[in-house]
């Protein structure tokens, strides 16, 4: 094992001058390019900017595009001009991903509307659990996003912009506010395959930190089996002698980093450091025995089967263990064909288990200061794709709740077919921005200087959606 005596005497003359001439072009190079800038090795602090509503965000991500018009946006029109040729007035000119130049026909909404809770909230008959934390969820009909295909919709819905290698939205957040818990990862994300409908692949890359440091980038945990693989020693390695293997690795990345200020020699440090404390709480995050039956029955699971249910209690249970942002995919509402039954397969997969996490948040009173997200990429076409609908871009839903949300209200809404928002337009920018703000971040001072460009989540847009705060 090296000390810093031993290391100072290794290096060379030509060592020595070389990294001085380096230190002092790379100084005055900083003094250039406006050293003011924040680093992306250093959180560009002070955050919070103001007191903060939320202090974690938790992300169910329906992935495939989950149709607004079976879900949360009630068209009676639509329905009376079922099988009727679309009005070529909404749709001339307009990106329709896979009906382009084909005959356009409404297709009515496949179920009905009910009003729930004391708000009267409108939510398809489907979702009755999540109809009864109707007073809690605001429901946004006017989201609007800029990409019609799946992956580069992911990726705007994650990054803001589509094009690939831009740090997602969870580790924006982590960069700007750390993280709670010391013994866990503060991004973490959860995936599950439902069977309802083609299951998009989603990839690892939307939860990457693009250029910011990878410590902030997301860590995929299983929910069957062994969360974090190779987390547990193999046989015969005790913990004294991982411990001796730890603290002499750590102790060589420690030598060479005053040499190089290599960000990602910092963050081996503290992934080693992680990956150690990990062996313990990683364990005791999965063991579900001390949660009373009622809870599981409240999700609909016994745990550690690899459902979404599974995952929406391991989100609490990561809430409470101070995760700072915790995101759900559930794969299969990609819904071209057949979409009456595939509706019918998701809502049955996903609406006790999302509206359990409303309620056990509220009942251990954390959602005050938990933002919880419900929603997909996309929505999709009023008009009909055989038996399913098309992606579709200008207009969806999505709900949130807790964490500054004022509840029982809907926000903006879509033309008398559903195809246009037409008030109060949410853009995917603008949700990024009210997501920041409620974690106390304005979102036009969250930057990070790169490749000469001072680079944030909104791009070079975003406005606060100020009327869905409590």
Request: a neutral charge; aromatic letters at 8%.
């Given at each position: 094992?090296?000390?810093?005596s ?11 001058l ?20 924040a ?11 103001f ?12 992935a495939g ?36 130049g ?6 009515a ?12 909230q ?5 979702f ?5 934390i109707?007073?809690?969820?605001c ?28 740090p ?8 700007g506010?750390?993280?709670e818990?010391?013994d ?7 995936t ?13 890359r ?5 250029f910011?440091?990878?410590?902030y ?14 987390v547990?020693?193999p ?7 991982q411990q ?7 102790q060589?990345?420690k ?5 190089l ?9 503290a ?7 990990m ?15 009622h ?5 609909g699971t ?43 397969i998701?809502a ?8 359990a ?7 251990r ?6 933002l919880?997200?419900?929603?997909g ?37 879509t ?8 008030e ?33 989540l ?13």
């Amino acid at each position: 094992m090296f000390h810093n005596s031993e290391a100072a005497i290794r290096q060379t003359r030509r060592t020595f001058l070389g990294q001085g001439m380096a230190g002092l072009g790379s100084a005055a190079l900083a003094t250039l390019m406006n050293a003011s800038s924040a680093r992306a090795d250093d959180k560009p602090g002070p955050f919070p900017n103001f007191a903060p509503k939320a202090k974690r965000v938790i992300v169910l991500c329906q992935a495939g595009g989950p149709s607004h018009l079976e879900t949360f946006d009630e068209k009676p029109e639509l329905k009376r001009l079922n099988d009727q040729p679309m009005p070529e007035s909404f749709t001339k000119g307009q990106p329709i991903a896979q009906l382009q130049g084909k005959a356009l026909k409404c297709y009515a909404p496949r179920f009905d509307f009910k009003h729930y809770g004391n708000s009267g909230q409108t939510i398809a008959s489907l979702f009755p659990k999540m109809g009864e934390i109707a007073d809690d969820i605001c429901i946004i009909n006017s989201m609007v996003t800029e990409q019609i295909n799946h992956d580069p919709a992911h990726t705007f819905m994650n990054t803001g912009t589509s094009i690939s290698g831009r740090p997602s939205m969870g580790s924006w957040v982590q960069y700007g506010l750390g993280s709670e818990a010391d013994d866990l990862p503060g991004f973490v994300v959860l995936t599950s395959i439902g069977k309802g409908g083609q299951a998009q692949p989603i990839a690892a890359r939307q939860w990457h930190s693009g250029f910011l440091p990878s410590r902030y980038q997301g860590v995929e945990f299983r929910s069957a089996g062994d969360p974090v693989l190779y987390v547990n020693s193999p046989p015969g390695i005790t913990t004294g002698r991982q411990q001796d293997v730890f603290d002499a690795v750590n102790q060589m990345n420690k030598l060479r980093q005053p040499a190089l200020d290599d960000p990602e020699i910092a963050t081996r440090i503290a992934q080693y450091e992680l990956a150690f404390k990990m062996q313990t709480s990683v364990p005791s995050l999965m063991d579900i025995s001390g949660e009373p039956q009622h809870i599981l029955d409240m999700y609909g699971t016994q745990g550690a089967d690899g459902t979404f249910a599974a995952n929406c209690l391991l989100a609490r249970r990561l809430a409470e263990r101070g995760v700072r942002f915790v995101q759900l995919y559930h794969r299969g509402w990609d819904h071209h064909g057949g979409i009456e039954r595939g509706m019918q397969i998701c809502a049955s997969e996903v609406d006790q288990a999302s509206a359990a996490l409303v309620t056990d948040l509220k009942h251990r009173g954390m959602l005050d200061d938990t933002l919880v997200v419900w929603g997909g990429e996309f929505g999709r076409t009023p008009m009909a794709q055989g038996s399913g609908r098309d992606h579709h871009i200008k207009g969806f839903s999505i709900w949130m709740a807790g964490g500054g949300i004022k509840g029982g209200i809907k926000h903006g809404k879509t033309d008398d077919l559903g195809y246009n928002a037409v008030e109060d337009i949410v853009h995917v920018h603008d949700f990024h921005a009210t997501m920041l703000h409620l974690l106390g971040i304005n979102h036009e001072k969250l930057t990070v200087r790169h490749q000469g460009r001072d680079f944030r989540l909104t791009d070079v847009h975003g406005h606060v959606v100020k009327d869905i705060l409590a």
